[in-house]
């Protein structure tokens, strides 16, 4: 069973960073995606940014509301996949959440699917992160 669990939340002023950390444990190694999502307060999760792991892995995914300003990378080693934001805005407060999907989910498509919870089977709590005006 894949547990996933991030921190790295806080409060920041805006144009402030913070690097999130999701960490996978019971997690084989094995090719699957991995996405970092947020939800606004009043609002429904969208995803921020996702990389597919594992053989012929390493494509990384932005959403075009953070492309410039966060970046997504991974440590095989420590299982752990990082979301670095910088330049953070007002508008980026949220909690975040980080996901992954079942192992041995086919690359080809996951370019497509990366945005859509549905393609996800394992979540963590989430991190909060506020950002001031």
């Known amino acids: 069973q894949v547990q996933l669990m991030e921190s790295g939340g806080g409060s920041v002023q805006a144009g402030g960073s913070l690097r999130l950390s999701c960490v996978a444990s019971?997690?084989?190694?094995?090719?699957?995606?991995v996405a970092w999502f947020r939800e606004p307060p009043g609002t429904g999760r969208e995803g921020v940014a996702a990389?597919?792991?594992?053989?012929?892995?390493?494509?990384?995914y932005l959403a075009d509301s953070v492309k410039g300003r966060f970046t997504i990378s991974q440590d095989n080693a420590e299982r752990t996949v990082y979301l670095q934001m910088d330049r953070l805005k007002p508008e980026d407060t949220a909690i975040y959440f980080c996901?992954?999907?079942?192992?041995?989910?086919?690359?080809?498509?996951?370019?497509?699917?990366?945005?859509?919870?549905?393609?996800?089977?394992?979540w963590g709590p989430g991190t909060q992160v506020n950002v001031s005006s």
């Open positions: 990389i597919y792991i594992g053989t012929g892995g390493g494509s990384e």
């Open positions: 996901a992954a999907t079942r192992r041995g989910y086919p690359g080809g498509s996951y370019g497509n699917d990366w945005p859509h919870t549905s393609s996800y089977y394992y």
């Open positions: 019971g997690a084989s190694s094995s090719t699957r995606g």
